[in-house]
């Protein structure tokens, strides 16, 4: 008898693992003689053309299969696990984690701390790499995973240890040296904290993470998100306007350096600010251009002017179509956002008025009451704070007949808010339908004017008069 192994959760219809009569419950023992650890290993030796894999029934019964494939063939199964192993967890006792900062009683998937590479492989979370041996290091260059997305906030060997709470914390730095000479492509994070990690040590972050381009192809600055359950975490001071103002001078001052040296010419501005400093500071956002493919998304760097982009572009192709007015009607919505897009937010929804008279969109922006009002971002907005303020709207029906929320309110693939409530909980306190406005700006505007979503699910709905 062998391990555990990894059990299979599904088998997919039409493939080899179908035809060879392997079934959910059962469990991959070997693959080519060799245990695979996790998915990357499975992967790496399912590439032969000429496979063996162990495989263990629900009984206990271990069946050999011998196949022949093309290389790039699916065995066809899923795992129970996505990674073929349990997660890691996050060894650091941050003094900026928001998990710490949050309150008792939430679900429990929201306190688990994950700090795993796979993941910033898999799905572009941020890791640490305090955790990470040296054959860690090697199976990341000897499978080529890359882009990994590292949270640095800051090369001070000593002040990284004290930032995350780990003796081992500045212990990563020839690591990422080994991946920048092997060319795994990395990506970096720099949570700032004022008057820890920011002035010059930002400048000496950012100078030192330079050196390791074109490997490390961009680092973004985010300030630090302090809610109201601080009690025994470590003082911090929240930005002001002049603080930020100074962050973005010594990017920028960065950027232009960068931009000219040639070093990097597919990613030539290396140093990203996030769009809550330019909102902060009371300035205008970057040119398109500076985003460099807007590499740093998802850590909020140019998301606001890039659905800026999309709604224009998105009016401008409906505008040219003859036809559109049959296919949008009067009425009246709102549009729901934090604090702190809510500006950018109002420009856009008269964008969408004015292009379309018939629409008639509120803007309301709510104050988070549950983590506190120094949080202003959209996606950490709850269904409680949510229900709260739309009711106190008088009358109610001033709303009109749609509520507006962004996707990044809920739960992946879910209607679920962070305190667990639900769409459904806030259209029976509300009495108003909800409608989850998907990411993009084109889909902002669709939601908007009511027209259905461009997913392959809703193709042939909408294809009658977008592709007529």
Request: proline share 4%; hydrophobic share 35%.
């Amino acid at each position: 008898m062998h391990s555990k192994g990894h059990k299979i959760k599904r088998v997919l219809p039409g493939g080899i693992a179908e035809e060879m009569g392997v079934e959910a419950g059962m469990s991959i023992l070997k693959v080519n003689d060799v245990v695979p650890e996790d998915v990357f290993d499975y992967q790496y030796l399912m590439e032969d053309e000429y496979v063996t894999v162990l495989i263990r029934e629900e009984d206990g019964t271990e069946t050999l299969l011998e196949i022949e494939k093309d290389p790039d063939e699916d065995f066809g199964v899923e795992f129970e696990s996505s990674l073929m192993d349990d997660y890691r967890h996050c060894s650091n006792k941050c003094i900026f984690c928001f998990i710490d900062q949050m309150p008792k009683g939430m679900r429990d998937t929201l306190y688990f701390k994950d700090d795993d590479s796979r993941l910033s492989f898999l799905q572009g979370n941020y890791v640490t790499l305090t955790n990470m041996k040296d054959k860690d290091i090697d199976r990341i260059i000897r499978y080529n995973m890359e882009p990994i997305n590292i949270s640095i906030h800051t090369t001070n060997p000593d002040l990284r240890c004290r930032m995350l709470g780990n003796r081992f914390a500045g212990e990563i730095f020839p690591k990422v040296r080994r991946l920048a000479d092997a060319g795994i492509t990395m990506n970096g994070q720099i949570v700032l904290c004022r008057g820890i990690n920011d002035g010059y040590e930002l400048d000496r972050s950012i100078r030192e993470l330079a050196d390791l381009r074109p490997a490390m192809r961009s680092v973004s600055v985010v300030p630090v998100g302090l809610t109201k359950f601080r009690e025994g975490l470590t003082p911090l001071i929240p930005f002001d306007r002049k603080s930020a103002c100074d962050v973005i001078d010594m990017i920028e001052k960065w950027q232009n350096t960068f931009a000219n040296d040639g070093i990097s010419p597919d990613f030539p501005h290396f140093i990203h600010a996030s769009d809550e400093w330019y909102i902060m500071a009371g300035r205008d956002l970057p040119e398109p251009s500076r985003y460099d493919g807007y590499v740093q998304l998802e850590n909020g760097v140019g998301m606001v002017r890039l659905m800026e982009t999309e709604i224009d572009r998105e009016l401008d192709v409906l505008a040219g179509r003859d036809d559109i007015g049959g296919f949008i009607r009067e009425r009246t919505v709102t549009a729901v956002c934090g604090k702190l897009v809510e500006p950018y937010m109002r420009i856009f929804a008269d964008k969408v008025m004015q292009a379309f008279p018939m629409i008639h969109i509120n803007v309301k922006s709510i104050r988070n009451d549950f983590f506190g009002d120094t949080i202003t971002v959209t996606g950490l907005i709850t269904g409680q704070d949510l229900i709260a303020q739309l009711r106190a709207e008088q009358p109610v029906h001033s709303l009109g007949e749609e509520i507006l929320i962004p996707v990044n309110m809920l739960r992946s693939g879910e209607k679920v808010f962070l305190d667990d409530l639900t769409v459904y909980d806030v259209e029976r306190e509300i009495g108003i339908p909800v409608g989850v406005v998907w990411s993009g700006g084109d889909e902002y505007v669709r939601s908007m004017l009511d027209l259905p979503h461009k997913t392959e699910g809703d193709r042939q709905i909408y294809e009658s008069w977008e592709d007529s």
